[in-house]
C-alpha cells in the first residue's frame, strides 16, 4: 500500500490545507503554531538527522488527513512541546505556568488545553498501569470527541516515524520498534474502531516496510553515538557567545579573587601596623 508523502515544511503543509478548504483564520493560527514550532525547536534534531520541525509538519499533516477538527490541528504543530521543546528555562518535561502562558498568548487558550491534554492521553501514559499489550483495554466508548481525536493524533505520531523509513537512520531505534511492532494490529484496530480503518492499513504496511528499510541501510549511516531520541546542535555563532559568556565569568571571578585578595591584604597590613603602634606605644 502507497502512502502519499506527507508534509515536511511548513509551507508544504499551508499549501496542503489550502488545497483541503481550510479558513484563512484557521490558516493563521497553523501559520502561528509553525513560527512557534520554529523557535521552540530552533536547535532540535531527529535522531535521524532531521530538523525537528519536519516530523511537526509530518503530524500535523497526518492529523489532516484524518480529518481532525482544525484546533486539533493547530496543537498537532506543537503536540509535544511541554516534553522535548526549548523554553529556555533549562528544564525537560515539564509543564509551567510561563510555558502554558507562552503558549496562550501565541495560540489561544483552546490550543494550549489541547496539548495539555495529549500530554495526558497518549498511548504509553493511558497504558502505563496496565499490560502495555492490551490496547483493547481502552474504552473508545466512553472516550469524549477531543479524547477520540488525541488517540488519532498520537497514532499519527508513531505513524510518521516509519512512513518515509527514517528509523533506519536513528542511532538506536528499538524504544520505538519495541512498542509498535508486537501491537501493529492492535494499533490498526484501534484507528479501525476510531473510523479510520484506512489508516490503520497504512499504519501497518508503513510499519513492515520499514523492516526492509532497515535491512537496506548500511548500519554506517546511522546517526552516531546510539541516538535515541531529539539531540540539539548549538549554531556557530551561539558557539562563539557562549564561549564569550564563559571567558566573562571567568574574568569576573578572577577580579573577585582579586579584590578578596587585596581586601586581605590590606587587613593584614592595618592590623601589622596597629601591632606596631600598640607596642611602641607600651615601649
Known amino acids: 500500500m502507497t502512502v502519499a508523502p506527507l508534509a515536511r515544511t511548513n509551507v508544504q503543509l499551508l499549501n496542503q490545507l489550502i488545497d483541503s478548504g481550510m479558513p484563512e483564520p484557521e490558516l493563521l493560527q497553523v501559520r502561528r503554531a509553525c513560527d512557534l514550532a520554529g523557535d521552540l525547536y530552533s536547535s532540535h534534531f531527529h535522531a535521524d538527522g532531521k530538523p525537528f520541525v519536519c516530523h511537526s509538519m509530518a503530524v500535523a499533516s497526518m492529523a489532516a488527513r484524518l480529518g481532525l477538527r482544525p484546533n486539533v490541528i493547530v496543537a498537532a504543530v506543537v503536540h509535544n512541546v511541554y516534553c522535548n521543546a526549548d523554553f529556555g528555562d533549562g528544564l525537560r518535561d515539564s509543564v509551567t505556568p510561563s510555558r502554558r502562558a507562552r503558549l496562550r498568548e501565541r495560540l489561544g487558550t483552546d490550543v494550549e488545553a489541547i496539548v495539555l491534554r495529549f500530554r495526558d492521553r497518549r498511548l504509553r501514559t493511558m497504558l502505563r498501569p496496565i499490560d502495555a499489550a492490551q490496547i483493547s483495554t ?48 492492535q494499533l490498526a484496530d484501534l484507528a479501525a474502531t476510531l473510523g479510520q480503518a484506512e489508516f490503520g492499513a497504512q499504519f501497518v504496511a508503513a510499519a513492515r516496510q520499514q523492516r526492509v528499510w ?70
Open 138 to 185: 481502552l474504552d473508545i466508548g466512553d472516550m469524549s470527541a477531543l479524547d477520540r481525536e488525541l488517540v488519532l493524533l498520537d497514532l499519527a505520531d508513531h505513524f510518521e516515524k516509519f512512513v518515509d523509513g527514517s528509523l533506519a537512520y536513528y542511532g538506536d531505534c528499538s524504544w520505538i520498534l519495541e512498542f509498535d511492532e508486537p501491537r501493529l494490529a
Open 214 to 283: 532497515m535491512e537496506r541501510v548500511p548500519v554506517s549511516l546511522r546517526t552516531a553515538g546510539a541516538q535515541r531520541h531529539v539531540q540539539m546542535r548549538m549554531p556557530g555563532n551561539c558557539e562563539r557567545k557562549a564561549a564569550l559568556r564563559r571567558a566573562e565569568w571567568c574574568r569576573r571571578q578572577r577580579d573577585r579573587w582579586v579584590g578578596t585578595t587585596r581586601w586581605l591584604r590590606h587587613r593584614v597590613r592595618l592590623r601589622t601596623r596597629l601591632r606596631q603602634w600598640l607596642a611602641s606605644a607600651r615601649g
